[in-house]
């Protein structure tokens, strides 16, 4: 039954963009939108991405089939390669080291399925009652389920100066993904703009 309701829901997300669109702010999450932040230091790089689940494996309920399961088992094999997924000048000499994925929920925990339905067993089953109780399903239907992939990445680097610039080859990766808000901290200041499937390459400034 829970998988039942979770496909339901992740329909209706999937065939009403609108309704996704007016909602955006509600749960700051745009599909297909994601965060990339970098800070480089003295001898290395972190970065942390925040991408919705939906531009990763292409939904966002917990998985219910083996197709589902394989998607997010390869997904998270994809993400283990930041040096695949975000091309950085070989001179930085840049390692991979610590590599964190993780398949979390942001709005998905607000699915509260009432249990003060029980409060209908008290033998008042009149025409009013199930008025009431169709409002409650209505509420529910409203509620979204969002989740999130978020993914950490700490690179050892030999000359993090020469980090000058990163060619996003995420977006080959993951074809649902449309861009990523990209901010880089280093010594030398603050980096800050987007890339997109067009734009895949951000200059570091
Ligand atoms: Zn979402």
Known sequence: MKSALYTALAFTVLASPALAEDKRHADAHEHG????????????????????????????????????????????????RPDVLFAMPDDAGCAVGQVEIGFGATGGHRHEHGEDHDDHDEGKHDEHDHDAHDDHDDHEKEEENHSEVTAFYRLACDNPGALNRIGFTFFEAFPNAEELEVV????????????DRKETVFEIE
């Not at 970065?47 to 089939?65: K, L, N």
Request: charged share 15%; net charge negative; no cysteine.
């Open 33 to 80: 939108h994601g965060m990339f932040q970098m800070v480089i230091e003295d001898d290395h790089a972190v970065i942390e991405m925040t991408v919705p689940a939906f531009d990763i494996v292409g939904f966002e309920h917990a998985p219910s089939t083996a197709a589902q399961r394989v998607a997010m088992a390869e997904a998270a094999g994809t993400l283990s």
């Open 184 to 195: 880089i901290l280093s010594a030398t200041g603050q980096s800050a703009g987007e890339v």
